[in-house]
């Protein structure tokens, strides 16, 4: 198994400014993940972070937005850029070394004030 | 319809209750995880389940590949259980994301 530390924990920033998430697993990993919840809604997959490469995004999100970089197997970051009080939200990472396994980060609950 | 149903949507029961948090999903799985959330947003993986049941202390979690379906049982419930429940699948066709859904809320009343 994985453990996966996710920093910070949580935050309360101003709006137009911006936020890096960091996510460290403590092994190599294939796959990871980011997601954002916001309030009263389900988990919904911002991208996957691709080692050496750029993210591949889903539906409704951009990379000027939310850069993402892995520049290794065992570390990632999010950033959430300009942000505006609808980005309030708890935002997980998440690691996959097979198909059967998922490890996760403990969220950070990010407020835009 | 969503790939990932979970019922009840919430629940709220007295301290010692035998508690159920069903699951729902449509699609073929490579795995289904249970995760907690804690009131201020912390989430806590419980349990991976491919097959039959799995048991932690006071939490059993079991999963019926052909019915697609998985519980989560808490026994002798207490308020500390108070959280969001939420399970997740790995889907088969997915390249290793998962498919969440949309969490049980649950009190546990002293």
């Known amino acids: 198994s994985a453990v996966i530390s996710q920093k ?5 920033c101003q709006r137009g400014t911006s936020l890096t998430i960091q996510c460290q697993v403590d ?15 389900s988990l919904t997959l911002i991208a996957t972070a691709n080692q050496g490469s750029e993210a591949t995004y889903e539906s409704g999100f951009v990379i000027d937005k939310f850069p993402i970089s892995r520049p290794n197997l065992t570390f990632s970051t999010l950033t959430v850029s300009n942000m505006s009080p609808e ?22 609950r990010l407020t835009v004030v | 319809k969503n790939e990932v149903e979970q019922s009840p949507q919430n629940l709220t029961a007295q301290e010692g209750e035998f508690i159920t948090i069903n699951c729902s999903y449509s699609v073929g799985i490579s795995a289904l995880h249970w995760l907690q959330q804690h009131p201020g947003g912390g989430i806590v993986s419980l349990f991976m389940l491919s097959s039959g049941k799995k048991k932690h202390g006071r939490l ?7 019915e697609k379906h998985s519980s989560l049982h808490i026994t002798a419930s207490h308020p500390r259980d108070s959280a969001v429940y939420i399970c997740a699948v790995g889907s088969m066709d997915s390249n290793y994301q998962l498919i ?9 009343k002293p």
């Open chain 1, 87 to 108: 980005d309030s939200s708890i935002y997980l990472c998440s690691a996959s070394q097979v198909a059967t396994e998922a490890f996760f980060g403990q969220g950070t």
């Open chain 2, 100 to 108: 969440w859904g949309a969490g049980t809320k649950l009190i546990i």
């Open chain 2, 60 to 66: 059993i979690a079991t999963i019926n590949i052909q």
């Open chain 1, 27 to 41: 092994s190599q990993v294939t796959m990871m993940f980011w997601y954002r919840q916001q309030p009263g809604q």
């Open chain 1, 8 to 12: 910070p924990s949580r935050d309360i």
